[in-house]
């Protein structure tokens, strides 16, 4: 087929006019935006939550925040899963007090030796530092700590401001 050339028509199995396309829809208001989903432990899951980040916001009027959150998404779920590879994560996303709020909760066991606690611990800050230099510069704020009931593992979360 030329480069140039108009596509193929394609014939319908229904004889009836296919119904006209719905106009895009109206932004929802962000105090609605929830989003929850559980991935596996694997960081391509990464990319699944950098486009599913990249979906919602702007349905949720939130198209300014789609760079720092989805870099924010991609790097928790890329070092958890490298942390606790094989176990599966949970993302939630929301939007609430002029913020949206990132939550990852991983299967990260609790160490009971102090020593390889505090170790573990460290290699997980440094191994968020973009998503430390970039929360920061949106003037938001990010931690990391033991997941509250029911979840169990840690949990590690961001606050970007509107």
Do not use: F, N
């Not at 989805?70 to 002029?98: C, F, K, N, Q, W």
């Not at 997980?124 to 510069?137: H, K």
């Amino acid at each position: 087929m030329h480069p140039y050339a108009p596509p193929p028509q394609r014939t319908a199995l229904c004889p009836a006019k296919a119904p006209a396309l719905a106009p895009s829809p109206q932004p929802r208001s962000a105090e609605g935006l929830v989003l929850s989903l559980t991935l596996p432990g694997d960081p391509r899951s990464a990319a699944v939550g950098r486009r599913a980040v990249t979906a919602a916001l702007p349905l949720y009027g939130l198209r300014s925040r789609v760079w720092p959150a989805t870099l924010a998404v991609a790097e928790l779920i890329a070092v958890s899963a490298m942390l606790t590879p094989g176990r599966e994560l949970y993302l939630s996303l929301r939007h609430r007090d002029d913020a949206l709020r990132l939550v990852l909760w991983d299967q990260h066991p609790r160490h009971a030796d102090p020593g390889i606690l505090s170790l573990c611990e460290v290699r997980r800050r440094r191994a968020l530092w973009l998503l430390a230099a970039a929360v920061d510069d949106w003037g938001g704020e990010w931690g990391v700590g033991e997941a509250g009931p029911p979840h169990q593992g840690m949990r590690s979360w961001v606050l970007l401001p509107q």
